[in-house]
């Protein structure tokens, strides 16, 4: 395989294109918007326009006909300004519309994947629970067969995209029977936004993201028809897995766009404000601190687009997405840290970009698999003992 991840012309215009549609209308209104905790819906409906949200999707589903390279390509250049849009991207993406296109019926697919390919719509992935979360083990949601419906109870946290007006659906985990060594056999089934008994929360008061939606979800005697079932019964855990796979190269390519976006920032602070009669910029001591951004960014750059090539041509990649989740999650908060120290005291104040990034950054090193978990993944990988 070759490790040219050079840009070909059609993914080097998209760049673009994102690049200029996050400077000039993210960039403006996405300050006051975070403050004041609002989903920004107008923002949403123009990514939308733009096929964002259909750019892996084939064409016959109301997709762009692009691949995970792509996705990557928006994410980066949309967290490089904001991440609370980018997030929205990521999950109505990966974990909103992919499992149904990895997994569901070809019924399930028409009904579903235009609008969301669109982004008229957003879907959910409901996997973690108050009491589990990587340990899928845990899982208490339930799923009980009652003639041709299933019937859901249970409690979901941690959702994003679940609470908006645009929500459409929700893909829950839930137990649908016991293994022969007692272990839950785990399925996945598709409950619509608004069936009797599925209530969304209030939206978390979070440290940060204040720009997207994140919600707990609760099933009481939720009933949903028995072809909601997504995949094959008993193997919604390992459906997820894959998504979850996925979903890492995608986590990277934002956070490789959040320290990207921390240089971005940090360079023009540097020129611009003066101290002791000179730019700060012309302090060695900046240089190298900002020197060391961009490598950091570059290398994260570099391991995404890696695992997003071997995803694209069918290569095996876990390995690699665990590998390029770990270092972009945790350079996106060492570039964040760095950025707010270079800007003093004006990168604590929300007025900054860079103060949003720093709130932004942690999260990246828990969602979407922890680096504790990543660690696990890649020395598995590697053939350690278990």
């Not at 012309?282 to 951004?293: G, L, R, S, T, W």
């Not at 750059?301 to 990649?317: I, N, Q």
């Not at 922890?370 to 053939?383: D, F, K, N, P, Y």
């Amino acid at each position: 395989m070759s490790l040219d991840h050079r840009l070909a012309t059609e993914h080097e215009e998209l760049r673009r294109t994102v690049e200029e549609f996050a400077r000039e209308v993210v960039a403006p209104e996405i300050g006051e918007l975070y403050e004041r905790h609002e989903f920004p819906y107008k923002i949403v409906r123009e990514m939308g326009q733009m096929g964002l949200f259909g750019l892996p999707f084939p064409e016959e589903y109301g997709g762009m006909g692009g691949d995970y390279l792509a996705l990557g390509i928006a994410l980066e250049e949309l967290a490089r300004v904001d991440s609370s849009v980018a997030i929205t991207l990521e999950a109505g993406v990966s974990l909103g519309a992919m499992p149904i296109f990895h997994f569901g019926t070809e019924e399930q697919k028409r009904q579903w994947l235009p609008a969301l390919c669109a982004g008229e719509q957003l879907g959910a992935f409901g996997l973690t629970e108050p009491d589990c979360g990587t340990d899928a083990s845990g899982t208490r949601t339930t799923a009980v067969r009652d003639g041709d419906e299933w019937v859901i109870n249970g409690t979901k946290c941690f959702i994003t995209n679940s609470g908006t007006d645009i929500t459409s659906l929700v893909t829950v985990t839930a137990v649908t029977g016991r293994k022969e060594d007692g272990r839950p056999e785990i399925s996945a089934i598709i409950v619509p936004s608004g069936t009797p008994g599925f209530t969304v929360a209030s939206p978390y008061s979070k440290v940060g993201w204040n720009a997207s939606d994140t919600r707990e979800l609760s099933f009481a005697d939720v009933r949903v028809p028995l072809t909601n079932l997504l995949g094959e019964e008993g193997r919604g855990y390992a459906q997820f897995l894959r998504i979850l796979d996925e979903g890492r190269i995608a986590i990277s390519a934002l956070a490789t766009g959040l320290a990207q976006g921390c240089v971005d920032e940090s360079v023009s602070y540097a020129r611009e404000r003066h101290a002791f009669g000179r730019p700060i910029g012309a302090n060695q001591a900046i240089q190298f601190k900002i020197a060391d951004m961009e490598m950091r960014a570059h290398m994260a750059r570099v391991g995404w687009r890696d695992a997003a090539s071997r995803l694209t041509h069918g290569e095996p990649f876990k390995k690699q997405a665990a590998l390029a989740k770990l270092y972009s999650s945790t350079v996106a908060v060492d570039n964040a840290r760095d950025a707010t120290q270079i800007h003093g005291g004006n990168g604590f104040m929300n007025e900054y970009p860079v103060a949003r990034m720093w709130r932004d950054s942690k999260i990246l090193e828990i969602g979407e698999g922890t680096s504790e978990v990543q660690r696990m993944l890649i020395a598995r990988e590697l053939g350690l003992p278990n």
